[in-house]
């Protein structure tokens, strides 16, 4: 059990997780950089609650099978033990040097055909008549489960958002990146303003962060935020007016071997220093599930805004903006509700089970997170999703919602949640030493 009694019982005195302060990287350049044992408890109080990033050295990483298998003995990747591996297998490939809107327009291609690619932009120099193409978004983990080529520490294991996936079968959130020195990924904060974190296998990046809020000084006349973070367009008043009021980025550089804590809706811009290759997952989980729901109403009022001229002459006017939001945002309210409730029953059940001895009816992966997290974490996952529930009952737009073809109301998932809390307090098992 790795979540102590202590961290619950702070954690859960914050039935809304206060604002988080940023001042502190206003004018720092520096994060927080572990390179020794690290508690759980630590982690989850000194930067998911604040939602600070940190960096963690290349001994986290030092066993993982990607570092020893996808890597040369001269630290680039390892072309041909890659091939053995992927060969034929279709991956997502943007062009750095195209725009559209504001992301990098994407193909699919053979795996081999992107390492062909790689090879002679190498051979010449880091350039290539077809632009700079980066491997990206990548669902190896999903497209091969039984390489096991890394393993998710244990700090970002709390895991909703690809809990929620797996339970479906349709998606994740799992990420493998692999990118030619000079690739980028241009200005962006992460879906649903999900955590983020990003190992790196070989290879070096640099960081650009931004603090929540921050962004908004970044932006031009017409509200939108920046393609390229470091253009001299921004210096350009007429164009972006508050540019001079943004704080300057924190600019970090990521090492072989180490991994990039990227907290919640922080704004940022990273490039491949050297030929590269990385693993990233976006996760969400009870620390952070505030600023999810806060985004998705962001995203709900401006749909509402953009159609508001069609409000009284449609009847599905509430419904439509609902289907606009999921199409812009991958989720409306129905569907968040859903992953609240997946969350929420995983939970109870792992709780039950604590105490009764049966087993439960999930994922062994699952079973095994719950299990290393313990029932304090359980107990703290209930609570915040809970308290998410209530907002979407006080909620106008979700009150409008047809909820009679769901299979569990949210007032009697709430009524279930503070049941399970109850009882499993009533087992001691939250007080016991």
């Known amino acids: 059990m790795i979540m102590d009694r202590e961290a619950y019982r702070n954690s859960c005195s914050l039935v809304k997780i206060p604002s988080q302060s940023y001042e502190q990287f206003w004018s720092s350049h520096f994060v927080d950089y572990i390179d020794k044992d690290l508690s759980y408890s630590k982690f989850f109080k000194k ?7 940190c960096m963690f050295s290349r001994r986290f990483t030092e066993e993982w099978k990607c570092r020893k298998q996808w890597v040369t003995e001269e630290g680039k990747p390892n072309f ?8 034929e297998t279709p991956v997502p490939v943007a062009n ?7 992301a990098n327009p994407k193909q699919v291609m053979p795996f081999k055909e992107f390492i062909h690619y790689w090879k002679e932009y190498i051979q010449n120099g880091h350039s290539s008549p077809k632009g700079c193409l980066y491997l990206k978004d990548w669902h190896m983990s999903r497209d091969f489960p ?3 080529v890394y393993i998710t520490p244990v700090f970002f294991t709390s895991d909703w958002l690809n809990e929620y996936w797996d339970a479906l079968e349709v998606d994740d959130y799992r990420f493998v990146y692999m990118g030619p020195k000079g690739s980028w990924t241009p200005f962006h904060a992460d879906v649903f303003r999900s955590y983020s974190w990003s190992a790196n296998i070989c290879g070096r990046k640099k960081w650009l962060l931004y603090p929540p809020g921050q962004e908004d000084f970044l932006r031009d006349t017409h509200g939108n935020l920046p393609y390229d973070v470091t253009s001299a367009e921004l210096q350009d008043r007429s164009l972006f007016p508050q540019f001079e009021e943004a704080c300057q980025p924190l600019e970090i550089i990521q090492e072989a071997g180490e991994i990039i804590f990227v907290p919640s809706g922080w704004h940022h811009q990273v490039y491949n220093l050297e030929d590269t290759i990385s693993i990233n997952h976006n996760w969400l989980n009870g620390c952070n599930i505030d600023i999810m729901w806060q985004f998705l109403q962001n995203e709900l009022s401006s749909v509402q805004k953009e159609i508001d001229e069609w409000k009284n002459t449609m009847d599905s006017w509430h419904q439509h903006c609902q289907v606009i939001m999921k199409a812009c945002s991958g989720i409306d309210y129905g569907e968040f509700a859903s992953f609240m409730k997946i969350v ?3 939970r109870m059940a792992f709780l039950n089970a604590c105490f009764s001895g049966e087993s439960s009816d999930y994922s062994r992966h699952l079973s095994e997170t719950l299990t ?6 359980a107990a703290f996952d209930l609570e915040r999703v809970a308290h998410v529930i209530e907002c979407l009952l006080c909620n106008e737009d979700f009150k409008r919602l047809d909820h009679s073809t769901s299979s569990l109301q949210p007032e009697t998932l709430l009524l279930q949640i503070r049941d399970a809390i109850q009882s499993t307090r009533g087992q001691h098992l939250l007080y016991q030493e």
Do not use: I
């Open 80 to 87: 041909q033990k890659l091939l053995q591996d992927f060969d």
């Open 344 to 346: 929420a029953e995983n």
């Open 146 to 148: 039984e390489h096991n």
């Open 372 to 377: 290393t997290l313990g029932p304090y974490h």
């Open 47 to 53: 930067y998911l609650l604040p939602n600070h990033p």
């Open 96 to 102: 750095c040097n195209a725009k559209e809107y504001n």
